[in-house]
């Protein structure tokens, strides 16, 4: 069996060759059923928003004599009847209770009750209240953040390539990025707070740069080629893709093995339950985007070049020598 160091001198040189051009229809159809599936999910189930997005109340005990949840779920059933409560553990001893909207008397009266509960003081137990009126402002925020984002993207990769149609194959690559990921965040049920958010951009940023690196290759092999390469347009974007792809594993991996840490240890076994929406997001994210930049985005580059009249008739050259090198030989 091969070490990773001699596949990756076999996929440098093209002794060995994954086909990610050369079945990217294949590709595609799988690319659009995960985007079609993610929408499904998505307008089935819909996203759940936090607190900060959609306003409440919030209760947070300090150093109760048990971190039961339970014990919260309870009391907001025997309090607020049919207001559907979130209770999470914070730091490993402080509990925070998020609830529907609650007027003053709903609010001392909860408060007692959770004191009560949890063996505290009422006033050791800090309430507060976030207006739907700021929710609109962050989600407003969220959404013109996104969209600066994507056009400064577009523009600095078309000044940086030289080329449109690679920053419309980044582009996309990263909006595919984007929704599956979200579908797959709706698909567990995580909600969607302002540290989900960021780690949604921060994933988009990742994909960019993963994206950059392999199209830098791209540009690299399609350059040094030339009018005499004896390689078509596909299969110059194949090789590079090649080239980048066992750096694309390994930084995809360095990168979500402290980021798997925070999830499955921190988030899910100690109980850290503040950290699960942002490292969810961030986890999905770095391995949606390995796959969307190997299958998405460097195929659709190489098919939106193709059909250029300088590639195709580079191509037609290309066919025609070496049909006319087999029927020499």
């Known amino acids: 069996m091969r070490s990773m160091n001699e596949l990756g001198n076999d996929l440098y040189s093209g002794k060995t060759s994954f086909p990610f051009v050369g079945k990217r229809n294949l590709w595609f159809l799988v690319a659009i059923a995960l985007v079609a599936a993610s929408v499904l ?18 209760f947070t005990i300090s150093s109760p004599s048990t971190t039961d ?14 207001s559907e409560a979130k209770v999470t553990t914070i730091g490993g001893s402080d509990i925070r209770v998020q609830t529907s909207q609650l007027d003053n008397a709903q609010t001392v009266e909860l408060t007692d009750a959770l004191a009560e509960a949890y063996g505290v003081e009422a006033d050791e137990i800090t309430s507060s209240f976030i207006g ?32 449109w149609k690679m920053s419309v194959a980044a582009i996309i690559g990263v909006v595919d990025v984007l929704v599956v990921t979200i579908g797959i965040y709706a698909l567990v049920g995580f909600e969607v707070s ?8 921060t994933i988009l940023a990742y994909s960019l740069y993963d994206t950059t690196v392999v199209f830098d290759k791209i540009r690299e092999n399609t350059r040094d080629d030339g009018q005499i390469s004896h390689r078509t347009f596909g299969e110059s974007v194949n090789l590079a893709v090649n080239q980048t792809l066992v750096r694309s594993i390994n930084t995809s991996i360095v990168a979500a ?51 250029e009249p300088a590639i195709r008739q580079r191509d037609a050259r290309v066919r025609d020598a070496r049909e006319r090198g087999v029927r020499a030989a």
């Open 41 to 58: 999910v998505l307008l089935v189930r819909g996203i759940s928003p936090s607190i900060e997005f959609t306003g409440g109340s919030q």
């Open 69 to 82: 949840q339970l014990l919260a779920s309870d009391v907001v059933d025997e309090i607020v009847p049919g």
């Open 132 to 163: 739907p009126t700021w929710g609109a402002d962050v989600t407003r925020q969220s959404l013109w953040g996104l969209g600066i984002f994507l056009a400064l993207t577009f523009l600095i990769l078309a000044i940086y390539f030289r080329t």
């Open 194 to 201: 302002p540290a989900a958010v960021i780690g949604f951009l």
């Open 257 to 307: 093995l402290p980021v798997a840490a925070i999830l499955f240890i921190g988030a899910l076994w100690l109980g850290a339950d503040t950290l699960s929406d942002i490292s969810l997001s961030i986890f999905v994210g770095i391995i949606v985007a390995t796959y969307s930049t190997l299958f998405v985005a460097a195929p659709l580059y190489s098919l939106l070049r193709e059909n």
